[in-house]
């Protein structure tokens, strides 16, 4: 996308407008009665991240943050990947895919070995999408959300 604008590593002062995409974007999880623990991110939680190594990146369009993604290096020396949503309005538009690959790219360029993410075992469309990213399943699981709750959980990386 020609007008797309991607920043993996923004500054505190962009993080009350990055929980508000989050925030927006993993609201639906709640609606289906299964809440993402991306609703209890705050501006203080992402910054406290950010304190221990976790970079926050976003995409913007017109200047406005539309989709965010959290990222660390891991210790099997890949760029594992969390939090990505695409606020509603602005899916289907190739921009979480520009995210995964400025993440590639950026893991490639640190020397790292690829990328990595986990992605609820449910999320089947999302699975796809990572599938025609680049990315394969290797193993499955279950992860605690920040609300206490187990989620059986596809783990995903790059080949």
């Not at 962009?14 to 929980?19: G, W």
């Not at 995964?100 to 999408?129: F, K, P, Y």
Request: hydrophobic letters at 40%; glycine letters at 14%.
């Amino acid at each position: 996308m020609a007008d797309i604008e991607l920043d993996l590593d923004v500054p505190s002062g962009t993080l009350a407008e990055v929980v508000e995409v989050l925030h927006a974007a993993f609201l639906q999880f709640g609606d289906a009665g299964k809440p993402s623990g991306a609703m209890l991110e705050t501006v203080e939680s992402l910054d406290g991240e950010r304190a221990e190594g976790t970079r926050i990146g976003v995409a913007r369009l017109g200047g406005r943050v539309v989709a965010v993604v959290k990222h660390r290096p891991t210790e099997d020396g890949r760029l594992y990947f969390s939090r990505l949503g695409v606020a509603p309005g602005h899916r289907g538009r190739g921009i979480a895919g520009a995210l995964v690959h400025a993440l590639r790219e950026d893991a490639h360029a640190r020397t790292l070995r690829g990328l990595a993410c986990s992605v609820r075992a449910e999320e089947t469309g999302n699975i796809a999408l990572y599938e025609r990213l680049g990315m394969s399943v290797w193993g499955h699981g279950r992860q605690r959300s920040l609300t206490g709750a187990e989620i059986p959980v596809v783990r995903m990386r790059d080949a």
